[in-house]
């Protein structure tokens, strides 16, 4: 199985704050890779997939980057909303593996 | 609009069976694969199984493998998961969820999830 690493585990920002989440994968996956954001008590939501495309609907200030086996999501301007836990995810291969997860926290 | 609704969680013993249903509307159902992943409480998402767009390839992880099935019929517009053999290990969340069009394991919407506990 493809081992997703998420890091930081979680990190501590402030409104405005870029925040960088990097995800690596224990082997290539082009760039099969989807990020998630999930709030307390709701469902994850797509954010972006194929590495850098996004997700209709989703704000600009997300963005992703990557191929091979290291991966970026970049929130270039962080909003109250967007404290959440952020979920990588490789669709190369089955089975289908996540990271661990990094949770973004207000600072 | 594209709605998910799961259902049928509940407390089951260990060794229990329960069969979970994905209701699905607001699109063209037999056009996508979908999902299902699981959270336990507390802790991160793990894909569990997922199923081809006229229910003639499914896959499974191995924890699940030989214990759960997936299936669809397209007709109900509805996906079913029939997990057998319970441990107390799969008890989550379980979520159903729809792979996009292309890129068919990019889960681009998912239910509200229905809890699983297994415990005697």
């Known amino acids: 199985d493809i081992q997703m690493t998420q890091s930081p585990s979680s990190l501590s920002a402030s409104v405005g704050d870029r925040v960088t989440i990097t995800c690596r994968a224990s082997?290539?996956?082009?760039?099969?890779l989807n990020w998630y954001q999930q709030k307390p008590g709701k469902a994850p939501k797509l954010l972006i997939y194929a590495a850098s495309t996004l997700q209709r609907g989703v704000p600009s200030r997300f963005s992703g980057s990557g191929s091979g086996t290291d991966f970026t999501l970049t929130i270039s301007s962080l909003q109250p909303e967007d404290f959440a836990t952020y979920y990588c995810q490789q669709s190369y291969i089955t089975p289908l593996t996540f990271g661990g997860g990094t949770k973004v926290e207000i600072k | 609009e594209v709605q998910l609704v799961e259902s049928g969680g509940g407390l089951v013993q260990p060794g229990g069976s329960l069969r979970l249903s994905c209701a699905a509307s607001?699109?063209?159902?037999?056009?996508?694969?979908i999902h299902w992943v699981r959270q336990a409480p507390g802790k991160g998402l793990v894909w569990v199984s997922r199923?081809?767009?006229?229910?003639?390839?499914?896959t499974y992880a191995d924890s699940v493998k030989g214990r759960f099935t997936i299936s669809r019929d397209n007709a109900k517009n509805t996906v079913y998961l029939q997990m057998n053999s319970l441990r107390a290990e799969d008890t989550a969340v379980y979520y159903c969820?729809?792979?996009?069009?292309?890129?068919?394991?990019?889960?681009?919407?998912w239910g509200q999830g229905t809890l699983v506990t297994v415990s005697s």
């Open positions: 199923i081809n767009i006229d229910g003639s390839t499914t």
């Open positions: 969820a729809r792979g996009d069009l292309y890129y068919y394991d990019s889960a681009n919407y």
């Open positions: 607001g699109f063209t159902f037999s056009s996508y694969w």
């Open positions: 082997q290539s996956i082009t760039n099969y």
